[in-house]
Structure formats: structure tokens, C-alpha cells
């Protein structure tokens, strides 16, 4: 951040009183500016024991398949913003279950929550983000074309709670500097 949002004037990295960590301080109009993760939220749209997958249309990662996913907005709920990423990016309605999965992305700066879900019926299409949409039996799921590490993460742990008929929750933290990712939970 090079230029004040609130006035335009530049702005310098310093520690504010009273914090402990650099931020981006406006000398001129005194703002501070905080620098947050941003939210993914997604989720595993479950149709008679296969699952909605979406062939990304944007990068990063075109031509990768992943679940439903993607920014969330101000005035929705996790939830919300799950089931708005499955009408955007697959043309499907879904009932949001249960929390699924935390990932810490800290290279991104980026925290991504998936859910369970239900897909409400067998229609679904392709939406502006995607190339194709397709429901998947798990044998067929095309793990080295998985678009990114948390949703290869939340599908394995997904199918593994299926199978074992629980359905707890899962958390992780991704970031490049590490070789592999820390033991979850």
C-alpha cells in the first residue's frame, strides 16, 4: 500500500500505539490501515453419493477442477456465501450441512471454510467461472487435476468421514515455506 484510502495521502509502515505489529499509518488524515485474510468459503455439493465438481474457467488454476468456492462478501453469513458460490460457479441450489473444513492458507493470506452440502436435485450447469460441472463417483475423481491443496485436503477428509458415517471437522494451515503441511486435526 503505497497511497491512503481515505485521503490520498501516502502512507508509511509503522507501529501504531498501542499494537504489535506494522501497519500502513496515514501521517495526514491519521488512519490506519489493517491488512486481514480474506475468507473462500465452498463446499462438497453431495448428489446420491457423487459430488459436484466445477472445472475452473479463471485463473489462478483454469482447467483445474475443484468444489464450488470462492470470495466472501460483506452482509452474507459463511453459509450464504457457500451456497451463492455453488449458484455462481455450477448453476446449482444446495442445502449448506455441516462445517467440513478450516484451511490456513498463509502464503495467500487467505482462510478457506468448506461445508458439507446437498445438492437439491440433478440440475446443475456450467456459470461464468467454470468450463464444465460434472457429478463424480469418488473412484472417479481427478485428484492430479485438483486445483488447489486445501480442496484435494477437504475432499480427501470429506470422503473419509463418509465412509466412516461421522461428520466432524477439520483443521489445517498450507504455506509455501513449509515442505509438507502440519498434522491435522
Avoid at 465438481?53 to 488454476?61: D, G, H, V
Avoid at 458460490?85 to 473444513?101: F, H, K, T, Y
Wanted: a negative charge; proline letters at 8%.
Amino acid at each position: 500500500m503505497k497511497f491512503c484510502s481515505q485521503c490520498g495521502a501516502p502512507v508509511r509502515l509503522s507501529i501504531p500505539a498501542g499494537d504489535n505489529l506494522a501497519r500502513h499509518v496515514c501521517d495526514a488524515c491519521g488512519s490506519i490501515h489493517y491488512q486481514n485474510p480474506r475468507l473462500v468459503v465452498g463446499c462438497v455439493p453431495d448428489y446420491e453419493g457423487r459430488i459436484l465438481l466445477c472445472r475452473r474457467a479463471i485463473e489462478p488454476r483454469r482447467g483445474y477442477w475443484t468444489v464450488p468456492a470462492g470470495f466472501m462478501e460483506n452482509g452474507e453469513t459463511l453459509q450464504q456465501a457457500a451456497a451463492r458460490e455453488s449458484r455462481e460457479e455450477a448453476l446449482a441450489e444446495v442445502a449448506i450441512g455441516s462445517l467440513l473444513s478450516v484451511v490456513h492458507v498463509l502464503h495467500a493470506e487467505q482462510v478457506h471454510v468448506f461445508f458439507r452440502a446437498t445438492l437439491q436435485g440433478a440440475s446443475y450447469a456450467a456459470g461464468p467461472e467454470s468450463l464444465e460441472v460434472a457429478l463424480v463417483a469418488p473412484e472417479d475423481i481427478p485428484w492430479a487435476e485438483i486445483a488447489f491443496p486445501s480442496t484435494d485436503f477437504t475432499l480427501r477428509r470429506y470422503l473419509e468421514d463418509r465412509a466412516a458415517g461421522r461428520e466432524p471437522y477439520h483443521f489445517t494451515t498450507f504455506d509455501r515455506r513449509l515442505s509438507s503441511p502440519p498434522p491435522h486435526k
